[in-house]
């Protein structure tokens, strides 16, 4: 009111004052106008998109992965489109995207001017752009021209340009062009842009035959593809699925009882269908990885430009924690290692619903100081599974959990030398079941000392020192590092019974190799476009953990691990460099586990079928996974030097220790037996006295008056305890008194409302007989209508039975002829079935009657020269390929892309798939190929004699395309 005021009084001083002002006042509003309206016709002094090449328009590039060094390895192309017409589509699925996204879709222009108003008062009211109010055809604009209105730009000028951009739109197309683009358009997440890409990628089933539930779920993406992912998100997919069957039934597309029958029904998502172009590359895991992360950030932009994503990965780290897990499991598989008895892999195993029957394996490793992601192996076959068992397997890390309960002990006055106890436990739970922790091979020392115990990977002495140390302070420790799982406060926690995933593991052992500092996992770099302007930039992410004394002493005693420990056979790989380990072994061998670490490096492997079972009958992360880890971190090391040892953090101090009662040996005492040396925490050492002259202190540890404080402490806290029960036990008896004198108050109260009650009874019973024979008067008349209208009904139905049968016998005939026709089928897939069944059982007759060579899997580069060819432009041109070959006995098989020309890099878009099949005889390969390339397909072979160290393969190869033969040579690489 007092803002209207103020203009009328404005207006009224330009007219007391004359024309002259009045005159420039409105001149003034009128080249604002004019501004506007030049503005508006030029788009806002930027080129205006044009809107006639609208059905045209493709998507914009595939961003580049490139690894830490700048070598591209991957990109992220989306889902081949496929543009569907919106006649071939279900009703349901227009109805379903115009429910959640433009409800007013046919009665505006391109803007909803009603939806404008609440969501401009919206925006005044919070001060930011909380509510938006976009489109189907504002969607559209800005997401076919995604650099000319960048949706990330919130701002009131990128808002206009796309509200003429949406009426340019409306004016040239029909409503039902627009919504036919929009459909085919959106980004859907998961490298799904357009409906049927959408479809394919999560129910595996064309547009055409989306059902009422899959067309909501669709519908519920594009505000927020990542956000609402069905397969990591599902409760949230399937909230917002249901908020748009809930507006679908309440704008009146769809009746009730279909909506709360869709409601119901599951999600239904399938698993992911193949992607060629991220299998037959490195490190698939690690990509998809990235990509889920680029899509939180980015969003459906991330696909309108191209994008050069330089990632934390090092592709020579990369490809040896692939080999070495690969062999290693392939180690395990042939009985080396001990008796295996299940199910082997084989490239043409299919995944089940619950993962893969044969043994699978997971490889983390992270640069200490940063969290950076040097390698990720996710399983054994991307092909086959897509699960990715470095984040979303969580299994017990077994021992591997020890150095939290030594790092939790040590920072509470615990010292290496003091002596547990290391005999038979019987532990009492809360349940009144009695656990009994055993060590393995069930031997037992009597007294062990702290050092002893966790290079030894003692399980009862832990389970003892964690009790004193508290639980409590043990998984809090934990949750500190970085273990998001709950901890419950259970003995059997420092045996590692709580379920880690193995980045998370990795990830937390960073605070033991950083002496303190625990990063977080980081894989993406930077964020540059085409012209290498950064557009987005990370930064390491660290948080304090341990005292770095407490870290030290722990690294310390698990370098001595892998000397005298648990990790011995690290040593027989030839690995060198500074490192600490320790290994995890779960109950009857079902999980394998050997986490280490450098002063630069932390890496993890884990071994362990997808269903847990027993791995071998001894199976220990010593045996199966140490010696992996070794040779994995041996080739690491082989291009870049080694570190320098762990230096002592000031606050650790070294003094000669009596093994006999881990106590100091005092200064100037001859004793008879050898002291040793031991590490300690300045303030925190145990008392010094002289062995054979006096007898030792018996409080000599710090942790004996910390215990004692604790006692005293619980004490204190059970004294309040019981004045606390007293308290509320008089206030019981109180309250127990109080409610004898209400119910007494209640029963004289309710025996006068039944008197009261039963005179209104008898009232309403004489009311209840006078209508009573009123009623049964209607009824007789009632009656005796309804019996001529139950005759005519029945008429009617007869009527409608007749009809009904001629029906039922049509559909019955037509069933018949589906069902032979079905029938028909089934015996020819089984006939098929048959084929296919005898073809196998002979090529495995085969496999086990050949000789088992030197294993050629891993990567290898390929360099073909043309020597002849039907095209003389061809001659001499040189075709570089790099090929991941899988050796099973004597057959071959393998994948990978064209990488070169005459030396040149081939653009990620343009490389060719290859395939390759064949078999080695001795030293001689032969194997058959397959290139797919952008026009036709070629085949042809290769031909080759193996090389004394087995590392290169020299001869000749021979394509149909042009006739194309020459020499070939492959070599492995790093």
């Keep these: 009111m007092e803002r209207s005021d103020r203009w009328r009084t ?41 809107v006639g090449k609208l059905a045209a328009f493709q998507p914009g590039g595939a961003p580049l992965l490139l690894d830490r060094n700048g070598e591209v390895f991957a990109d992220l192309a989306p889902a081949e489109r496929q543009i569907v017409p919106l006649s071939s589509l279900p009703g349901q699925v227009a109805q379903a995207f ?34 938006g109010f976009s489109t189907l055809t504002m969607q559209l604009a800005r997401n076919v021209f995604p650099e000319r209105i960048p949706g990330e730009q919130q ?341 590692g019974t709580v379920a880690v995933s193995p980045l998370e593991l990795t990830s937390a052992y960073t605070a033991f190799a950083s002496l303190g500092q625990a990063a977080e996992p980081r894989l993406i770099l930077r964020v540059e476009d085409d012209d290498g302007k950064v557009l987005w930039r990370s930064t390491p992410r660290r948080h304090p953990v341990l005292d770095p004394a407490v870290a030290y002493l722990v690294t310390n005693v698990l370098s001595d691990a892998l000397v005298r420990g648990t990790g011995n056979l690290v040593q027989q790989t030839g690995f060198h460099a500074p490192a600490a380990g320790k290994t995890g072994t779960t109950n009857e061998g079902a999980d394998a586990w050997f986490v280490g670490y450098t002063p630069e490096v932390v890496a993890t492997l884990w071994m362990g079928f997808d269903q847990p079972r027993p791995i071998l009958a001894d199976a220990t992360g010593g045996r199966l996974v140490a010696p992996a880890w070794g040779r994995m971190l041996a080739r690491l090391y082989q291009k870049r030097p080694e570190p320098k040892p762990w230096s002592p953090p000031g606050g650790v101090v070294s003094r000669p220790v009596d093994p006999a009662t881990g106590l100091i040996v005092a200064a100037g005492c001859n004793s008879a037996s050898a002291p040793v040396r031991e590490l300690f925490i300045a303030g925190k050492e145990p008392a010094a006295f002289c062995p054979g002259q006096e007898s030792p202190p018996g409080d000599g540890f710090p942790s004996h008056s910390l215990l004692a404080e604790r006692e005293k402490s619980q004490e204190d806290a059970r004294r309040v305890e019981r004045l606390a029960k007293a308290a509320q036990d008089e206030q019981r008896r109180l309250r127990k008194q109080q409610e004898a004198e209400r119910i007494a108050q209640e029963k004289e109260k309710k025996k006068d409302q039944q008197e009261q009650a039963a005179l209104q009874t008898r009232k309403e019973r004489l009311a209840r007989e006078e209508a009573a024979a009123s009623r049964r008067e209607r009824e007789i008349a009632t009656r005796e209508a309804a019996l001529r209208k139950a005759e005519l009904n029945r008429k009617e139905r007869e009527l409608a039975a007749r009809e009904e049968a001629l029906r039922k016998a049509e559909r019955d005939r037509r069933e018949e002829a589906r ?156």
Aim: with cysteine.
């Design 155 to 495: 701002t009131t000028r990128r808002k206009l340009l796309e509200i003429r951009v949406a009426q340019e739109i409306e004016g040239r197309y029909s409503k039902e062009e627009i919504l036919e683009l929009y459909l085919n358009h959106i980004y859907f997440g998961n490298r799904a842009r357009g409906i049927a890409a959408a479809a394919r990628q999560y129910f595996g089933v064309l547009a055409k035959d989306l059902s009422l539930p899959q067309a909501a779920l669709l519908a519920a993406l594009p505000k927020a593809p990542s956000h609402y992912d069905p397969r990591r998100h599902p409760d949230k997919a399937l909230e917002r699925r249901n908020l748009v069957l809930s507006l679908m039934e309440e704008q009146g597309r769809i009746p009730r009882r279909m909506a709360e029958e869709a409601k119901t029904a599951p999600l239904g998502i399938t698993p992911p269908p193949r992607q060629a172009q991220v299998e037959s590359g490195l490190a698939p895991w690690f990509v998809e990885q990235v990509r889920r992360e680029m899509e939180e950030r980015f969003g459906s932009n991330l696909y309108t430009r191209p994008l050069r994503i330089v990632t934390t990965l090092d592709s020579a780290a990369q490809r040896a924690a692939e080999e070495e897990l690969r062999g290693q499991l392939k180690r395990v598989e042939s009985g080396e290692l001990g008796a295996f008895d299940g199910a082997r892999y084989s490239p043409a195993a299919e995944a089940a619903a619950g993962g893969t029957k044969y043994l699978q394996g997971a490889a983390v490793m992270l640069d200490a100081r940063d969290g950076d992601v040097l390698a990720w192996v996710g399983g054994r076959d991307y092909a086959q599974s897509q699960f990715d068992r470095v984040v979303q397997a969580r299994r017990q890390p077994g021992s591997a959990f020890k150095p939290f309960v030594y790092a939790a002990a040590l920072a509470h006055g615990w010292v290496l030398s003091q002596p547990l106890v290391d005999q038979p436990l019987r532990v009492r739970m809360s349940n009144g079941q009695v656990w009994q922790p055993h060590n393995f091979s069930d031997r037992y020392e009597g007294q062990i000392s702290m050092r002893d115990a966790l290079v030894r990977s003692k399980n009862v002495a832990t389970v003892r020192l964690a009790d004193a140390v508290g639980l409590g302070e043990v998984s809090a420790l934990a949750r500190r590092a970085g273990i998001g799982e709950p901890i419950p406060a259970v003995p059997a926690i420092a045996l």
């Design 819 to 974: 069902a032979a026709q079905v029938l028909e089928q089934q015996r020819e897939q089984q006939r098929r079935a048959r084929q296919d069944q005898d073809e196998e059982a002979s090529a495995d007759e085969a496999r086990q009657a050949a000789p088992a060579e030197d294993d050629l899997s891993g990567w290898w580069e390929l360099t073909n020269t043309i020597q002849s060819t039907n095209y003389e432009q061809y001659r001499g041109l040189r075709l570089g390929y790099r090929l991941q070959l899988e050796q099973d006995g004597d057959r071959l098989t393998g994948r990978g892309q064209k990488w070169t020309e005459d030396g040149r890099p081939i653009p990620p878009g343009a490389r060719s798939p290859i395939s390759v099949t064949g078999r080695i005889d001795g030293r001689r390969v032969t194997l058959q190929f397959t290139e797919r390339g952008a026009r036709r397909s070629a085949a042809g072979s290769f031909s080759w004699q193996l090389s004394a160290d087995r590392g290169a393969l020299r001869g000749n190869f021979w394509s149909d395309a042009a006739n194309a033969s020459g020499s070939s040579v492959a070599r492995r690489m790093d």
């Design 98 to 131: 115009l429910a959640v996204e433009d409800k007013r879709f046919y009665e505006h222009r391109g803007v909803d001017w009603t939806r404008v108003g609440g969501a401009v008062l919206a925006d005044l009211h919070s001060g930011d752009f909380t509510q």
């Design 10 to 50: 404005l207006w009224r001083d330009l007219k007391h004052q004359g024309p002259r002002p009045l005159a420039l006042f409105l001149a003034m509003l009128w080249a604002v106008v004019l501004f506007f309206g030049f503005s508006w016709s030029r788009c806002f002094f930027s080129t205006c998109p044009d």
